[in-house]
């Protein structure tokens, strides 16, 4: 699976949108990109997905680079609950699922 | 619709014991996945189940290790002679059958704390 870079911690004052940046330069043609977040002492949520084009849910926007060696998450509007550890991973979809390989993360925090 | 469920959720054992570390999946999910996260470390995939098959253990520690996901009931991870270096959180995630998607997302439970003195 390919790896991916990303920022050890960043910070955010609440109510302002947050850029979590990831580098992915030995991307597959097949590769997914995907978000998970950790919340302390909880198990990992699933934010967002992707593999070209850019993704938007009710949690968050994947914006994703033209040649897809980058890509960044996008929180609109960051709020206490989101100070987590956010993971980006690469994945292709294979054997009828995702093999996610977590990273370090970034971690998150948003100052009131 | 109720989530992953995993317990204990935590767990303290001996040098020695065997710890058993039980996952019910999100109804309707065939898929299971079992992940360990050492202290200030990310999550390492173990293994990959589906009901009664085993399909991918890659990431599973070769000696003392071992998951199953019966046809009924729990998946189940099982630690022989634990020792102090398992000590971590062991995380169990499902995901439903995938015929006619592309993509597949997990679902994860609340973790098993495991300690072992």
């Known amino acids: 699976d390919a790896k991916t870079t990303q920022p050890n911690s960043m910070e955010s004052n609440e109510e302002e949108p947050v850029h979590l940046p990831c580098n992915h330069s030995t991307i597959s043609g097949t590769d997914y990109i995907h978000w998970y977040r950790q919340l302390p002492s909880q198990g990992p949520e699933y934010v967002i997905h992707?593999?070209?084009s850019n993704v938007n849910n009710r949690m968050a926007s994947l914006a994703i680079a033209e040649d897809r060696k980058s890509s960044t998450l996008i929180l609109h509007r960051a709020t206490l609950r989101d100070a987590a550890v956010y993971y980006c991973i690469l994945s292709e979809f294979s054997g009828g699922y995702n093999k996610l390989i977590f990273g370090a993360g970034t971690r998150l925090a948003v100052h009131p | 619709n109720a989530g992953v469920m995993q317990n204990p959720r935590h767990l303290v054992r001996r040098r020695g014991q065997e710890a058993r570390l039980r996952c019910s999946p999100m109804k309707g999910h065939s898929h299971v996945y079992w992940y360990r996260q050492l202290p200030e470390e990310g999550l390492k995939f173990m293994v990959y189940?589906?009901?009664?098959?085993?399909?991918?253990e890659s990431g599973m520690p070769k000696e003392r290790f071992s998951a199953e996901f019966p046809k009924e009931g729990p998946s189940i991870l099982r630690i022989q002679q634990v020792v102090r270096g398992d000590s971590a959180a062991y995380f169990c995630a499902s995901s439903p059958w995938t015929s006619g998607r592309a993509y597949n997302e997990q679902f994860f439970g609340p973790g098993t704390r495991l300690t072992v003195l």
């Open positions: 992707g593999l070209t």
């Open positions: 189940l589906q009901k009664e098959n085993i399909i991918d």
